[in-house]
């Protein structure tokens, strides 16, 4: 392609944006409100699936074990846990060290528990973690058939119901992006094609004198990813402003939430953001050109 073609096609697009100002700023403003709606539903979808993902990972299996075994009978247990599928992590809390541990989560009552060193009614345990939520159940049944294995918890009932409602967060979430995406580009496609239509008479010429489609195309899709990124790029400094806002302002009323935070998290978002308002534009442009091109 000639650097002079070239040169006519942006001297084009450009004239065509200001020409047509209004309506370059509709379609501006309906990719800014388009994708401002699908950053914040990006945002919510991410920031449910992290938060899924920390319930997921908090969730723990503790076996405890017969009185009476020996140190051989432990490790030989240990080692099996250790081994099984989904098992990421396996920790021994012994009889005393549960005893600790209850007497730092009593310290303002402490004394309640003197005496307790001499007969210590607390069972040795092993703590399991699993590497998805799904693998608890399947993870605790073994674990729970084990010789020298007294008995299991895992938080019964609550962990099948929390598997199932994260995964249809997950579901809806990505249900809603991709509803709200094709809503936008249904509102970018129907706002350039009336910019295209207000100039099907100087198409038609062009058309007439002989012009290539591509020739006519273009320009037409030079404006409509100028007009996309003009608009993502608007939505996606509103996007990153406003969730930075709430980040701090949750950050100091309720910090046990986890939200994402991570800068280069949040710049991958928002470069997706401005990547999608190009094609949009784009994809717009050559949707609403194609009929008056008769290819």
């Given at each position: 392609?000639?650097?002079?073609?070239?040169?006519?096609?942006?001297?084009?697009?450009?004239l065509?944006?200001?020409?047509?100002?209004?309506?370059?700023?509709?379609?501006?403003?309906?990719?800014t409100?388009?994708?401002?709606?699908?950053?914040?539903?990006?945002?919510?979808?991410?920031?449910?699936?992290?938060l899924?993902?920390?319930?997921e990972?908090?969730?723990?299996?503790?076996?405890?074990?017969?009185?009476?075994?020996?140190?051989?009978?432990?490790q030989?247990?240990?080692?099996?846990?250790?081994f099984?599928?989904?098992?990421?992590?396996?920790?021994?809390?012994?009889?005393?060290?549960?005893?600790?541990?209850?007497?730092?989560?009593?310290?303002?009552?402490?004394?309640?528990?003197?005496?307790?060193?001499?007969?210590?009614?607390?069972p040795?345990?092993?703590?399991?973690?699993?590497?998805?939520?799904?693998?608890?159940?399947?993870?605790a049944?073994?674990?729970?058939s084990?010789?020298?294995?007294?008995?299991?918890?895992?938080?019964?009932?609550?962990?099948?119901?929390l598997?199932?409602?994260?995964?249809?967060?997950?579901?809806?979430?990505?249900?809603?992006?991709?509803?709200?995406?094709?809503?936008?580009?249904?509102?970018?496609?129907?706002?350039?094609?009336?910019?295209?239509?207000?100039?099907?008479?100087?198409i038609?010429?062009?058309?007439?004198?002989?012009?290539?489609?591509?020739?006519v195309?273009?320009?037409f899709?030079i404006?409509?990813?100028?007009?996309?990124?003009?608009?993502?790029?608007l939505?996606?400094?509103?996007?990153?402003?406003?969730?930075?806002?709430?980040?701090?302002?949750?950050?100091?009323?309720m910090?046990f939430?986890p939200?994402?935070?991570?800068?280069q998290?949040?710049?991958?978002?928002?470069?997706?953001?401005?990547?999608?308002?190009?094609?949009?534009?784009?994809?717009?442009s050559?949707?609403?050109?194609?009929?008056?091109?008769?290819?």
């Open positions: 392609m000639r650097i002079r073609t070239l040169v006519y096609y942006f001297r084009e697009a450009f065509s944006i200001f020409r047509n100002s209004w309506l370059s700023l509709a379609a501006v403003g309906t990719v409100i388009s994708l401002l709606i699908l950053g914040c539903s990006l945002l919510l979808v991410v920031n449910t699936n992290q899924a993902d920390h319930l990972s908090s969730l723990e299996i503790s076996a405890f074990l017969k009185d009476g075994l020996k140190d051989e009978e432990i030989e247990l240990n080692d099996k846990i250790r099984l599928p989904g098992v990421v992590q396996v920790q021994f809390i012994s009889k005393e060290e549960a005893l600790e541990e209850m007497r730092r989560s009593f310290s303002p009552r402490k004394e309640i528990l003197d005496g307790l060193e001499e007969d210590n009614p607390l040795d345990t092993f703590r399991i973690k699993t590497r998805r939520a799904d693998q608890v159940v399947e993870v049944q073994k674990v729970a084990m010789d020298g294995v007294e008995d299991v918890r895992y938080g019964q009932g609550v962990v099948e119901r598997v199932v409602v994260t995964h249809w967060v997950r579901v809806a979430g990505i249900g809603a992006m991709i509803l709200v995406g094709a809503a936008a580009v249904f509102l970018i496609s129907t706002t350039i094609r009336l910019s295209v239509f207000a100039r099907r008479r100087e038609g010429i062009m058309k007439y004198l002989g012009a290539t489609n591509w020739f195309r273009f320009p899709l404006e409509g990813m100028v007009l996309g990124l003009l608009g993502s790029l939505a996606a400094v509103l996007v990153y402003t406003g969730y930075l806002s709430l980040v701090e302002h949750l950050a100091r009323a910090p939430i939200l994402v935070s991570d800068g998290v949040l710049f991958s978002l928002l470069g997706g953001l401005v990547g999608l308002g190009l094609f949009i534009g784009a994809l717009g050559a949707i609403s050109i194609h009929r008056f091109l008769n290819v």
